[in-house]
């Protein structure tokens, strides 16, 4: 007869069993080759503008081997992560042919990496660097104290930095070569090319719903009577960049205050982002200095006025007809659904969308 004490046997072996499917060493995670780009498109299906007046954005050194891009990445459930190889493969091709002599690291709970994520990786040649500890933090807060600590060993390797977003952003031309190393900037989430209003353009803290809930729960008191009543532009995580000496200045008062204002926090999504825009509105990054990125060529938040033609990938800004250098979030309809048309990709890229 099947007893009760059998069945919770079972049910843990089978629980213990799933685990060790999911927990494995990412050398013996990678595939046998298969189709993993999607429907999205490659770096060389796109049309880009850079010419005359869009290339004067690139005014500092060419990408090379002492610039470093950092991802973080964990293991989210097998439906998410088909969601995430929707644009990986594409997103990741655009880095490695827009910024080849960049070093691009990252950051993966040891044990816990996808196989076909890890194998994407591998076949960009990015450095996989597995991690123990920071139990409890979320990876999205956790990738900021692992690039602290990696950059404080290799400091003097690195003179350019960029943190990004996995898999939601695109790189379409040398992004190194828009800033220099005495430099930093975060980006306001704004959608307009050349934004000027910031009222309409951009997400403020409290007029947004996921923003404002994230305030209502991280904070209380007077920081959130004052953040409410003032109401700012929501500054966006996902993408940093500078020099490695400003990059370290801003790690070290970021995360300083991660841990101190409530550290019970660091295992939720959005917390790191809400410490973010509260440290830069109460001027404590004012020693760095840092600059505010709203939607520019350089770089843009869910860019609502770039412009891609329906059956092609020509990506342009509507204002100018300049091409972005990188974006993040905003991808066309088209990509997902497969109506890329390749043959028509010799078309004049200044013909007007």
């Given at each position: 007869?099947?007893k009760k004490?059998?069945?919770?046997?079972?049910?843990?072996?089978?629980?213990i069993?799933k685990?060790?499917?999911?927990?494995?060493?990412?050398?013996?995670?990678?595939?046998p080759?298969?189709?993993?780009?999607?429907?999205?498109p490659k770096?060389s299906d796109?049309?880009?503008?850079?010419?005359?007046?869009?290339?004067?954005?690139?005014k500092?050194k060419?990408?090379?081997?002492?610039d470093i891009?950092?991802?973080?990445?964990?293991?989210?459930?097998r439906?998410?992560?088909?969601?995430?190889?929707t644009?990986?493969?594409?997103?990741?091709?655009?880095f490695?042919?827009?910024?080849?002599?960049?070093?691009?690291?990252?950051?993966?709970?040891?044990?816990?990496?996808?196989?076909?994520?890890?194998?994407?990786?591998?076949?960009?040649?990015?450095t996989?660097?597995?991690?123990?500890?920071?139990?409890?933090?979320h990876i999205?807060?956790?990738?900021?104290?692992?690039?602290?600590k990696?950059l404080?060993e290799?400091?003097?390797?690195?003179?350019?930095?960029?943190l990004?977003?996995?898999?939601?952003v695109?790189?379409?031309?040398?992004?190194?070569?828009?800033?220099?190393?005495?430099?930093?900037?975060?980006?306001?989430?704004?959608?307009?090319?050349?934004?000027?209003?910031?009222?309409?353009?951009?997400?403020?803290?409290?007029?947004?719903?996921?923003?404002?809930?994230?305030?209502?729960k991280?904070?209380d008191?007077?920081i959130?009577?004052?953040l409410?009543?003032?109401?700012?532009?929501?500054?966006?995580?996902?993408?940093?960049?500078?020099?490695?000496?400003?990059?370290?200045?801003?790690?070290?008062?970021?995360?300083?205050?991660?841990?101190?204002?409530?550290?019970r926090?660091?295992r939720k999504f959005?917390?790191?982002?809400?410490?973010?825009?509260?440290?830069?509105?109460?001027?404590?990054?004012?020693?760095?200095p840092?600059?505010?990125e709203?939607?520019?060529?350089?770089?843009?938040?869910?860019?609502r006025?770039?412009?891609?033609?329906?059956?092609?990938?020509k990506?342009?800004?509507?204002?100018?007809?300049?091409?972005?250098?990188?974006?993040?979030?905003?991808?066309?309809?088209?990509?997902?659904?497969n109506?890329?048309?390749?043959?028509?990709?010799?078309?004049?890229?200044?013909?007007?969308?």
């Amino acid at each position: 007869m099947f007893k009760k004490n059998d069945f919770f046997f079972y049910f843990n072996l089978f629980l213990i069993f799933k685990y060790l499917i999911l927990c494995f060493n990412y050398d013996d995670a990678i595939l046998p080759p298969e189709n993993t780009t999607g429907s999205y498109p490659k770096f060389s299906d796109f049309q880009l503008n850079y010419e005359n007046k869009c290339g004067e954005v690139f005014k500092y050194k060419k990408n090379n081997e002492r610039d470093i891009v950092f991802f973080g990445y964990k293991y989210r459930g097998r439906y998410r992560e088909n969601d995430l190889l929707t644009t990986i493969y594409s997103s990741l091709d655009s880095f490695k042919h827009s910024i080849p002599n960049a070093k691009i690291v990252c950051f993966i709970p040891k044990n816990q990496i996808y196989r076909k994520v890890a194998k994407i990786l591998k076949e960009f040649n990015i450095t996989i660097i597995p991690f123990e500890g920071y139990y409890g933090i979320h990876i999205v807060t956790s990738r900021f104290f692992l690039i602290q600590k990696y950059l404080n060993e290799n400091k003097n390797k690195y003179d350019r930095i960029l943190l990004s977003d996995l898999g939601d952003v695109y790189v379409l031309n040398d992004i190194f070569s828009t800033f220099s190393e005495d430099e930093l900037f975060l980006n306001k989430e704004c959608f307009y090319y050349l934004t000027k209003n910031d009222t309409s353009d951009c997400i403020h803290m409290v007029s947004f719903n996921t923003t404002r809930r994230w305030l209502n729960k991280f904070f209380d008191g007077e920081i959130l009577k004052n953040l409410t009543e003032r109401n700012p532009v929501n500054l966006n995580a996902g993408i940093i960049m500078g020099g490695t000496e400003k990059i370290l200045k801003f790690l070290n008062i970021f995360l300083t205050n991660l841990e101190n204002i409530n550290k019970r926090y660091l295992r939720k999504f959005g917390y790191d982002q809400t410490i973010l825009n509260y440290l830069y509105y109460y001027n404590y990054f004012d020693s760095i200095p840092l600059k505010l990125e709203t939607c520019s060529q350089r770089t843009c938040f869910r860019a609502r006025s770039l412009r891609f033609n329906k059956n092609t990938t020509k990506i342009i800004f509507e204002e100018d007809k300049c091409s972005p250098v990188l974006f993040h979030k905003f991808f066309p309809e088209s990509w997902r659904k497969n109506e890329i048309n390749n043959n028509n990709n010799n078309q004049n890229i200044n013909q007007d969308l």
